[in-house]
């Protein structure tokens, strides 16, 4: 999440990995690592160096449209101009789609997953394409419900989430009522990457309409278990699940975006709907402004929840089983 970039001090700190450890593994520019968008090849298949380390790029807050390496950054020279030089599409072997930035750091170049990528794993480049102007690095980081979200409590009654405090307690699926530890919120612009999912009502047999970050994840049954699938509970990221009538992206404007926390990685009910709560854990806890990580550490000792047992289930998945219209070709 990200704060008021108002606030004095360092800005965000991001999980990214050389670009040089992205590397072509078959295609025309095979052994080369990610480069600028003239020069890649969609067909190529890039893999993730086995030995490959994430890196914490700390980064300070955005002022008069530039964005600098922060002193202490594990990449990059603090002082260091941040450019964001494009935005990659890539698919999984499983059919499932990926997308990597790639920033110029000057000397050195880096990728920033915006969804998870493991090391071993052959992605084939879909698509690449410049990043929106004016996009913050760290907007790119929320996962969160939308101001208005109805929140359901342990009492049955609901609260808008930007009501909701610490303390309260807010009913879960799996572990009844559970305390509010802590609450992130964003202010950002709506547009890209940062631009919300609407599920509008009824469509998951929701209460109103769901609004919520791109890659935050809803919680849907199969009623029968699909070959392939540990579970038939899925975990489906709210982008995945546009269709452009029903779930559509609302670019415009500005969002404000709260994230809720609690002792455990819970699902609970949003406008009805069973939606995941902010993991915490190193992953998340990096991509945080450095005062609001360190105390998440000093409330989360350990940093180790654990994610919600579910089987993960991309567009490609959704489009089989039917819950979604497949792409036009």
Not at 260 to 265: A, K, S
């Amino acid at each position: 999440m990200t704060t008021d970039s108002s606030t004095t001090g360092p800005g965000h700190i991001a999980q990214v990995f050389a670009a040089e450890d992205f590397f072509v593994s078959n295609g025309a520019n095979q052994g080369d690592g990610i480069m600028g968008p003239e020069e890649v090849c969609v067909g190529d298949v890039y893999v993730l160096h086995g030995q490959a380390e994430p890196l914490a790029l700390a980064l300070t807050r955005p002022e008069a449209g530039r964005q600098e390496v922060a002193p202490g950054s594990g990449i990059g020279r603090a002082g260091q101009g941040v450019r964001l030089v494009a935005r990659y599409t890539l698919m999984a072997p499983d059919g499932d789609r990926i997308e990597v930035l790639l920033i110029d750091l000057g000397t050195e170049a880096a990728i920033l997953p915006l969804t998870p990528i493991g090391t071993g794993v052959e992605y084939t480049l879909l698509a690449a394409e410049e990043p929106p102007e004016d996009l913050a690095l760290a907007d790119l980081l929320c996962l969160s419900f939308a101001r208005g979200t109805m929140i359901t409590l342990t009492d049955g009654s609901q609260r808008a989430i930007e009501q909701i405090v610490p303390g309260l307690q807010v009913l879960t699926r799996d572990h009844g009522r559970q305390t509010v530890r802590w609450i992130g919120q964003a202010h950002l612009r709506a547009v890209g990457a940062t631009a919300p999912v609407v599920i509008t009502k009824g469509k998951l047999g929701n209460d109103g309409d769901l609004v919520v970050s791109q890659h935050h994840r809803v919680f849907l049954y199969q009623r029968e278990r699909v070959a392939g699938m540990m579970t038939s509970e899925l975990l489906v990221p709210a982008r995945d699940l546009i269709d452009g009538d029903t779930v559509y992206l609302r670019e415009g404007g500005y969002v404000d975006y709260f994230s809720l926390v609690f002792d455990r990685h819970e699902i609970i009910y949003a406008e009805g709907v069973p939606c995941e709560s902010l993991l915490v854990n190193e992953a998340t806890v990096s991509r945080l402004p450095p005062e609001i990580a360190a105390e998440m550490k000093a409330r989360f000792p350990g940093l180790t929840q654990t994610p919600h047992f579910g089987s993960e289930a991309g567009r490609d998945f959704l489009e089989a089983v039917g819950r979604v219209p497949k792409r036009r070709a």
